[in-house]
């Protein structure tokens, strides 16, 4: 993912959790002390999420590419192949053969 895509989005989500936890404190529901707790450990659940589909989403695209690849390929080849933007769709079913 390009970065400054990866600030934006972390930047928009920020925003809105502290909106969220702003309006939980203004009502009294949260202390000052809890919702930056809170924040923060809900930010940080984010981030690991977000890492984990990212790399399950990398990992099956190496996977599919390798597939589709020639015989004998190696893994440089197939990770040349990936950022060259040369690789079949990664929603191919388990039972097609990548193309």
Do not use: C
Request: hydrophobic share 45%; no cysteine; charged share 20%.
């Amino acid at each position: 993912m390009n970065p400054l895509v990866s600030q934006f989005i972390s930047a928009v989500l920020r925003w809105a959790l502290q909106g969220a936890f702003a309006y939980l404190i203004a009502k009294g529901v949260l202390t000052e002390e809890q919702g930056s707790i809170m924040l923060v450990g809900l930010v940080g659940s984010l981030v690991t999420l977000a890492w984990m589909l990212w790399t399950k989403y990398k990992d099956r695209l190496k996977f599919v590419t390798a597939l589709a690849a020639p015989i004998g390929s190696t893994e440089r080849q197939v990770e040349a192949s990936v950022k060259a933007g040369d690789y079949p769709s990664i929603t191919t079913h388990k039972d097609e053969v990548p193309r």
